[in-house]
Each structure stands twice: as C-alpha cells, then as structure tokens.
C-alpha cells in the first residue's frame, strides 16, 4: 500500500499535517485487502474475511480499469467487464449495502456525434444496430481465441499482439471504436442489469481526465493517458502528425474535479435508496474548449516558457501535429501505420463532435449550493471556473512534466529526440493544412 499509494506525491499534504504519525494516521482510516478484481470473490479465500466485509461494508466505490484503448482483449475483458459482474456478486452479499459508485467512461457512447444523454445503455444492445451482443458470447469467443494461439504454440509477444488486434476487431463489429470502451460498456451493462434493485447505483462517466485544478495540488497526474498518450508517442518519435478537427470541443475535465463530484454523488444518493443514476462529469457543455485552443496554449507555452520536455521533439507539440519524419528513427511505412492507427484510436475525441450532456451533474451541483460555504470550497466540481489556457500553460503541461514524464531541471530524461528542425501540420477543418516550420534554437 505504501509504494502504491500512499508513498505517492499525492499524499503530500497528509506528510506535512501529520509528519512521522501519518502512518498511524492512515491506518486509523484505511484496512487494505488484497484482491483481484478479475476473479470471483475477488481472489480471496478467506471466508471469515469476506463474512466480515459483506456485514460492515456500506458504500463500495468501483475504479478499477483497464484503460489502454488498445489493450489485449482478455485482459480488457476480465477487468473491465468481469470486473464489474464480480463487484455486482459482492454488493448483492452485503447486508448494510447503500450505494455502489462506479467509474466508467463517458466515452461508452462510441463515434455517435451531437448531445449525449446521461442514460443507460440497454443489455444487448449495440451501438450500429447490426448485431446483437451477448456477453456470454464474448467470453466464449475470447476463450476460443486463446485456445487457437495455444494450439498454434504462440510465444507471448505474439499471443499480446493478436488479442491486442482482436479486441479493437470485435469493438468495431459492435460499433464501438476501441477495446477500453467496449469493454466498459459491458461493464455498465451487467451492473445495471445483475445489481439488487434496493441498492443504489450511481455511474460516473468522465470525460478526459487531466491534471489537478487544485487539490491536494495543482497539476498533479499520474501516468500519461489519452491526449498526453498523443504528446508522448509523438515525443519518441513515433508519430509525425495526427488528424483532428480544429473547430472540435475537447472535453477534458481536472482529476479533482471527478473526484469530488463522486464524493458529494455518494453522500447525495446514500440518501436516496434505490436511486439508479449516470454523471457526464466533464466540460463540453458548460466550458467548451476547442481543439484549436487547445492547441494554440501548448504552442505558447513552450515558445513562451522554453519549456524542455524529456522528448525534446514534444517541444513543438500541436495537438494533431506535425513534423516530417525523422529518417533515423522508423522506416515510413511502420510511421504510417502507426499514425493511422493513433487515428483510428483516438478518433472519438479528436475528430468527431460530441457535446456531453450533463443535466443530472448540474441538479447535483445546486445540491451541493445548499451546503456550508467550507463544504461548497472542498468539494468544488464547477468547471466554469477553469480558465484554460492559464490551466494547461500554468498548470497542466508543468504538472505533467512533474509528474508523469519525471523530468528534475531543464534537461531531459530518457528517450530524446534531437533535431535541428521541426515542422508542425495541422487540419484546420477546410481539407488544407497549415504547416510551421521552427528551429531548435527558436526555445
């Protein structure tokens, strides 16, 4: 627990207040238990144990993921979908049961364009209407899949690479665009349809989670996912431009900002027995902000700041980007295929228009107005109040060089790109592409 989590950067300001007593401190609050999400009864074999949670456990918050878009489907499929099937077992044994929150992704509506309700999705259902989806069916599917690679005496480089392929393969025969959100969606799907009917069910759909707004402080993040996903394959070299519409709304949404809208959905909802309900939590339709701005605030912040990455060709970074190819890294035609691939991947966030609705987030909101002006400032999820352009100049690209990219001084790490020349391309929505040309020494 402690290498995991509480030895973290983000239990800072638990250090300070309790300095040497932090420890005592945590485990006054906190009993870890191992566990394994995708096995039955989690992996635990201790009856007594499980007796014990299923008689004092009263609210179980579920954010476990596997969250690679691309990643194998088996494992996908166990975390995210049987992950979910064995949470549902566990909340239906417990006694004094509330509320279940679970994390999932806005991002389980797929490629659809326009406003996104927060509703269910249905059992079975898929999202281009052409093939029914039994669950049952995937695994069978999925286990067949292992069995052939098995016969075929398959190492595991090659096992990873086709499960990989696979999952991406059945996602679209059900119209959704990648492995991560397919699998989430069933996910939701069993919840919705194994939960106890007595027991709350609150469903928190994120969009793009970012850095910290401001607590514990800002700019903090962990690992680099979705649009830092683009920053950083660019950064290695692996990419030289990616498609995305510049008149498109980004949605991206402050990590703290997640967490205390699920903090004030549990204590509202605890109250509100047998209440099923989803929350778009992010800021397409409060705050929109455009691909084209968001491209713009990193330009100016490295040209402004002369910020050094670790990759140093991220210094030039426009979100859909960019340079020519770099002759001694890849060959072109791996480039390509990469590049097309990082298009089909992140295709719902950076080229389709999707504006998420968040009706039920704003009646929560003007619950939590009713509240003590402490309790309003602690638990602030109000994204209206993100200026973004002084956000990601000041707060995000910082904090992910910080803390995700692990970059001490101005020189960098591991893995730097070079060059004396870059150019940056960029769709600007009419068919013709802008291009800039910089030279290192311009930072």
Known sequence: MHSEIIGKDLFRAI??????????FISEKVTP????????????????LFKEMWEQVDVIVNSAAATNFDERYDMAFSTNTLGAKHVSYFVNQCINIKLLLHVSTAFVSGEQSGVILETPLKMNETLNGKNNLDIKEEMKVIQERRRLLADKKANEEAISADMKEFGIQRAKLHGWPNT?????AMGEMLLFDGLRQDVSLVIVRPTIITSTYKEPFPGWIEGVKTIDGIIATYGRGRVSCLLAELSKVLDVIPADMVINAMIVGMVAH?????????YHVGSSTTNPMKVSSFKNYIFQRYMTVRYIMPLKGVKYINIILFRAFNAWYLDADRKIKIMLRLADLYKPYVLINIIYDDANLKT??????????AEKEMFYFDVKSVNWEDYFKNIHIPGLVKYALRVEGKGPKHGSVDLETSSLYLEDGTGKMQSQVLSDSSL
């Open 15 to 24: 250090k300070e207040n309790h300095g040497a007593n932090m420890n005592i």
């Open 33 to 48: 238990v191992a566990g394994d999400i995708d096995l039955e009864n989690f992996g635990v074999l201790n009856s007594d």
């Open 180 to 184: 991560y959100v397919f699998t989430k």
């Open 364 to 373: 929560l909101h003007g619950a939590l107005r009713e509240c003590k002006k």
């Open 270 to 278: 605890t109250k509100q027995p047998y209440s099923k309900i989803i």
